[in-house]
């Protein structure tokens, strides 16, 4: 199994940036690949960035392309969403998915809220 514990959500002002934590723990050797996603207020949950957990490959959806980055730091098995130029339609709760062979596993997500 793999756990996931989200961080660094929070209110900031159109324009500001803001930056996620996803920690990962148990099966780390598992996983193939980590994504973020977001589900706003009367909305489906989408895509935001993905990282292949092996090669390093990234990808995006194209609302958030040049001003999102997803990264990771294999000494802390810890996956980043850096938000820069954040608009009010980014406001919702973010997620973190891990998938392995097998299943996903979800965090329980971090509300980011951008108003002014």
């Known amino acids: 199994q793999v756990q996931l514990e989200e961080a660094g959500g929070g209110l900031v002002q159109p324009g500001g940036s803001l930056r996620l934590s996803c920690a990962a723990s148990g099966s780390i050797s598992s996983i193939s690949t980590m994504r973020w996603f977001r589900q706003a207020p009367g909305k489906q949950r989408e895509f935001v960035a993905g990282l292949g957990w092996s090669g390093g490959t990234t990808v995006y959806a194209d609302s958030v392309k040049g001003r999102f980055a997803i990264s990771r730091d294999d000494a802390k098995n810890t996956v980043y969403l850096q938000m820069n130029s954040l608009k009010p339609e980014d406001t919702a709760v973010y997620y973190c998915?891990?998938?392995?062979?097998?299943?996903?596993?979800w965090g329980q997500g971090t509300q980011v809220t951008v108003s002014s």
């Open positions: 998915n891990a998938n392995t062979k097998q299943l996903g596993y």
